[in-house]
């Protein structure tokens, strides 16, 4: 089962950077980082939120290692950009997150990031959240090299070692139309 997520994986890191540029194309873009300070907008990031969000993401990861069935409660409003996905409910703060009806697997992508830096601030702030949340007795993290052929500059991956559920984040790379560089840390989670 396991080796059928990673086609899926490099399937949906290729497609990231079109529809990165899509969103581009279309001004629906709103950047998640105030990019002038460097500083991250307090709505992803704030501390009074943690332990709700910790909540959330242990109640996500919950449901990805109780199978395919348990994450219907999860199932938000229709999306709006693709008929195949809801939203996710709890949404993940400063993240559109999306549930696939077919093939129940969570994606979540930040908006534009214009540095690297910034980029890796929030990834490590995701991993750090991830961490706090997730049961440490089956759900380990590693480190994990970007496949080849994929818009991926950094990965890390969390997988339950009883269900082999897996969240994967990444900060994926890509360059706007107009030649500057752009950043966009995603989740993917995929249930037992």
Known sequence: ???????????????????????????????????????????????????????????????LSSGKEAMHPFRGSPSEKDPHKDRLNPPIAGMDCYLDRITTHVSCFSSLIHTEEESVTLFTWLIDELQAALPSDTWIGTRKEPGMGTASIRSYTYEDQNSYASIDIDIIAGTEPSGQNFYMVAIFAWPA
Request: glycine share 6%; aromatic share 2%.
């Open 1 to 63: 089962m396991k080796t059928e997520r990673n086609p899926m994986k490099s399937k949906i890191l290729l497609a990231a950077p079109l529809l990165v540029g899509c969103f581009i194309a279309s001004g629906i873009v709103v950047a998640s980082l105030d990019v002038g300070s460097g500083r991250i907008r307090s709505d992803i990031s704030p501390s009074s939120e943690t332990s709700q969000k910790n909540s959330a993401l242990r109640s996500l990861a919950l449901a």
